[in-house]
């Protein structure tokens, strides 16, 4: 089965909107648990404009499932990754003026100082990802660095509608690039702009166990609810992974 980590980033996005102690990210996370996913992603960025340090470090201490912190290859954001010890980070490229992380990690251009930040963690005894394109260098790349396992990222593939020419080419960039980071010996996630539409034949990839996935179930718990957004992307998933068996 393939594990489904939720973040709930936009949760936080919608308390920072007023500065109030409501949504909260915490309560949130336990609704997920609840309901069925197997962890919580959460992106402590530089500008705090919406996980805050507090729900990091609670998050530590409710989550019962795998929590996972993504960050980026910033020392500050590194030291407080060392002091909570989340059971993952995954590494990601930040740039102030993105609404979202825009790609993956340039681990060609940027490998010694990747390389340094996931020598670190590990040494704490954190598993680290790294959020990668799904291009062949990079994933080959992954496992030199010491990275336990690689994102893949969805973005470009959800660009497309599912079935059409463009998806179908960018999913068999994601199985490609699959491929390599498993013959490497690396854990495989995939995530990024995946919604109910779009999530199942990214699931049903070979080899894939884990999804990070927040936008589009925290969007629907605006209409449905938390548990019900969990669970029908659970079933989403659930399907895909059913589907791609049968072939």
């Known amino acids: 089965m393939v594990r489904l980590l939720i ?20 309560v949130a996370s336990g609704m997920c648990e609840l309901a069925g996913a ?5 992106h402590l960025r530089e500008d705090r404009r919406h996980i805050q340090e507090r729900d990091v470090r609670i998050l530590r201490q ?8 993504e960050m980026a290859v910033v020392p500050s954001i590194i030291d407080i990754a060392l002091e ?6 995954t590494l990601v490229p930040e740039k102030r003026e993105e609404r979202t992380t825009e790609g993956g990690l340039d681990v060609r251009g940027h490998g010694a100082e990747i390389g ?11 598993e680290v990802s790294l959020f990668i394109d799904p291009e062949e260098a990079a994933a080959r790349a992954c496992a030199d660095l ?14 497309g509608k599912v ?39 990214v699931a049903g990839l070979a080899n894939l166990e884990e999804m990070s996935i927040g936008h589009a179930i ?16 659970r079933e989403a998933i659930d399907r895909g992974v059913r589907g791609a068996h049968r072939e």
């Open 7 to 26: 973040n709930v980033d936009h949760v936080a996005t919608l308390r920072q909107q007023r500065d109030t102690v409501y949504p909260d990210p915490v």
């Open 38 to 42: 197997d962890g919580i992603t959460v």
């Open 62 to 69: 409710t989550v019962r499932g795998a929590l996972n912190l």
């Open 84 to 89: 909570v010890k989340p059971d993952m980070c």
């Open 116 to 126: 340094r930040a996931v020598r670190r963690l590990r040494d704490a005894g954190i």
């Open 146 to 159: 010491g990275a336990t396992q690689a994102e893949l990222h969805t973005g470009d593939y959800c660009h």
């Open 163 to 201: 079935g059409t020419v463009e998806a179908s080419r960018e999913l068999a960039r994601l199985g490609e690039a699959g491929r390599i980071v498993v013959d490497a010996g690396l854990r495989l996630a995939a995530g990024h702009g995946l919604d109910y539409a779009n999530v199942g034949p």
């Open 218 to 233: 925290v969007s629907r718990a605006v209409f449905v609810g938390m548990e019900r957004a969990v669970l029908d992307m």
